[in-house]
């Protein structure tokens, strides 16, 4: 059973993380449902295990939090779906290189409902357009931009953080940051694609391809 939670507004970083662990507890000890949490966070930055100080280039700028998850820094703020991802990896198979590739499926076949063709990249964490609008790079390959971010902890085999999706944030807003310590690439957003998606198309979009990856699962409730 996945209990799906979709709270309105913003959710500070605080609340979030105290919900995150006390929930990713009680699933390890079977005491309640694995939980996928759809979300937004005023403007902040995080920091993952292997964040870099000189990749915090505007640190007065907003709030910054040591997120305990993999990766380097990343932003959130609104316009920005984050699914916080509360699933029990133990009975999943055991294999975290498995779940983050399922989760990296789940990002792509979501931007396919877009029509967006989601890649992933070798020594880049995330999920990728490219842009062939823009000019090419120095070796001749296709500009691409960052559209979704991906960092986990797991817990006794419970996962905790997750993924989170540029619908329409503030771009100018990662300029504080070097987004996941790379440089030499972009941000984007469905938004700057082009495309009119609200928050709510990408939440459908969301849920059915997580039935598609991961399986069916349960109504969702409100917060």
Same mark, same amino acid.
């Given at each position: 059973?996945?209990?799906? $939670?979709?709270? *309105?507004?913003?959710?500070?970083?605080?609340?979030?993380?105290?919900?995150?662990? @006390?929930?990713?507890?009680?699933? @390890?000890?079977?005491?309640?449902?694995?939980?996928?949490?759809?979300?937004?966070?005023?403007?902040?930055?995080?920091?993952?295990?292997?964040?870099?100080?000189?990749?915090?280039?505007?640190?007065?700028?907003?709030?910054?939090?040591?997120?305990?998850?993999?990766?380097?820094?990343?932003?959130?703020?609104?316009?920005?779906?984050?699914?916080?991802?509360?699933?029990?990896? &133990?009975?999943?198979?055991?294999?975290?290189?498995?779940?983050?590739?399922?989760?990296?499926?789940? !990002?792509?076949?979501?931007? @396919?409902?877009?029509?967006?063709?989601?890649?992933?990249?070798?020594?880049?964490?995330?999920?990728? !357009?490219?842009? *062939?609008?823009?000019?090419?790079?120095?070796? #001749?390959?296709?500009?691409?931009?960052? $559209? @979704?971010?991906? #960092?986990?902890?797991?817990?006794?085999?419970?996962?905790?953080?997750? $993924?989170? $999706?540029?619908?329409?944030?503030?771009?100018?807003?990662?300029?504080?940051?070097?987004?996941?310590?790379?440089?030499?690439?972009?941000?984007?957003?469905?938004?700057?694609? &082009?495309?009119?998606?609200?928050?709510?198309?990408?939440?459908?979009?969301?849920?059915?391809?997580?039935?598609?990856?991961?399986?069916?699962?349960?109504?969702?409730?409100?917060?």
């Amino acid at each position: 059973m996945v209990e799906w $939670i979709n709270s *309105p507004g913003h959710t500070s970083y605080e609340d979030a993380l105290a919900f995150m662990e @006390a929930r990713s507890n009680a699933i @390890a000890a079977g005491e309640a449902d694995e939980c996928i949490w759809l979300l937004e966070h005023p403007p902040l930055y995080t920091a993952g295990t292997s964040a870099q100080p000189e990749d915090l280039t505007d640190p007065d700028r907003f709030p910054v939090y040591q997120a305990r998850r993999g990766g380097q820094y990343t932003y959130h703020g609104p316009g920005q779906r984050v699914a916080y991802v509360m699933l029990d990896v &133990g009975r999943r198979g055991r294999d975290v290189r498995v779940f983050v590739q399922q989760l990296e499926g789940w !990002i792509i076949d979501m931007l @396919a409902s877009f029509n967006l063709r989601g890649h992933i990249r070798e020594g880049r964490v995330g999920v990728w !357009i490219e842009r *062939p609008d823009k000019p090419a790079l120095p070796d #001749g390959q296709p500009a691409e931009d960052k $559209i @979704a971010a991906i #960092g986990i902890r797991m817990r006794k085999w419970v996962s905790f953080h997750g $993924i989170s $999706i540029n619908v329409e944030p503030d771009l100018e807003h990662f300029s504080g940051i070097v987004p996941c310590g790379i440089s030499d690439h972009g941000v984007t957003s469905l938004v700057d694609l &082009g495309l009119p998606v609200t928050m709510d198309d990408v939440d459908v979009a969301l849920r059915q391809s997580f039935e598609r990856v991961f399986g069916p699962c349960p109504a969702e409730t409100q917060s």
